[in-house]
């Protein structure tokens, strides 16, 4: 760990400077070993991903995982929160590579085993911020019932941020921009410090992602990438010590990635289709439906996000 060996304002600027290139540096060097993408039938525009390196998220997660442990001080708790995130990540890169996809069962087992294991984490490490707030009011949480909501909401945020992930650039701009506002809450409330600076190292490491990822891209995260880094929200939502702001900081990620799943869950086990209008997930509707172009969606849900978060940041200020 630099951050033992060396002044912070020194670890600052070497962790600024090293993140970003290391990242890069493996991602140029893993591409040709990544796989490539076979376009997605029922997405909008799906057949343009045809051809891309695909699981991206197998070279940056292990890249922020390295570099978290080079510039932010390690402890029990964080690095078993690392390994479920290489798990989770793990799992999205061996999807990505099957010839056939996994099933739905298979994969929301997998999901539900690693989101008893970031949720029982939090609740045996974090006792004084087993609570939610409603307009001021706490109320405090026992432990076993949040060990239940905490793996819904870690199994929701995985699955949100993975149906998010459909346009060159989008995924991981909203990601951030979420990511950005719950260390915020952190920071503000002094819940976990460290939880701040891991996004900051997380943030610089989707920055050469991002370059590539840039439509039109070469590079696409894949279920590698989205899965940890819904992970890691879930992560920062419980950290800020009211995980109901997971609604108002990760609005549009909840929106877009959930609304799917919840017309698909209401078709298939009380055969209603109260959606049968709109085209999920939301980015797609948003394209195929209302003409909005990737540049568009991009944009304008980053701007709903931002304002959003504007909002509730200043409300808990």
């Not at 029990?76 to 010839?99: P, Q, T």
């Not at 976990?192 to 190292?201: E, G, M």
């Not at 509730?312 to 200020?317: G, N, Y």
Request: positive net charge; proline residues 3%; contains cysteine.
């Amino acid at each position: 760990m630099l951050c033992a060996l060396i002044p912070k304002n020194i670890c600052l600027i070497i962790a600024v400077i090293f993140t970003p290139f290391f990242c890069a540096a493996l991602l140029k060097l893993f591409s040709g070993k990544l796989p490539k993408d076979h376009g997605r039938e029922f997405a909008v525009d799906g057949e343009k991903s045809a051809g891309k390196i695909r699981g991206a998220g197998v070279v940056f997660i292990p890249s922020f995982i390295v570099c978290a442990l080079l510039f932010v001080p390690v402890s029990i708790e964080y690095a078993i929160y690392y390994v479920l995130l290489m798990l989770g990540m793990l799992s999205g890169y061996l999807d990505d590579r099957s010839e056939k996809p996994w099933g739905e069962y298979k994969k929301g087992i997998i999901d539900f085993v690693i989101s008893a294991g970031v949720s029982g984490c939090f609740v045996y490490f974090n006792k004084a911020l087993l609570k939610i707030s409603f307009f001021g009011m706490g109320v405090n949480i026992h432990p076993v019932v949040y060990f239940i909501l905490g793996i819904i909401l870690v199994w929701m945020l995985i699955n949100a941020v993975n149906c998010c992930d459909g346009i060159d650039g989008y995924c991981a701009t909203i990601s951030g921009i979420s990511f950005i506002s719950l260390a915020g809450v952190c920071l503000m409330r002094l819940t976990d410090i460290k939880a701040v600076s891991l996004t900051a190292v997380l943030l610089l490491t989707l920055l050469p992602y991002l370059w590539k990822n840039s439509q039109p891209s070469t590079m696409m995260m894949g279920d590698a990438g989205s899965r940890a880094l819904g992970l890691f929200a879930a992560i920062l939502a419980m950290k800020s010590g009211n995980a109901l702001l997971v609604i108002p900081l990760c609005f549009v990620i909840c929106l877009d990635g959930l609304l799917g799943i919840a017309k698909v869950s209401m078709i298939r086990f009380l055969h209603l289709n109260v959606m049968k209008k709109i085209r999920t997930p939301l980015h797609d509707h948003s394209r195929k439906n209302m003409g909005w172009s990737n540049t568009q969606v991009i944009y304008r849900y980053s701007i709903i996000q931002i304002i959003i978060s504007a909002v509730t940041l200043a409300a808990l200020k």
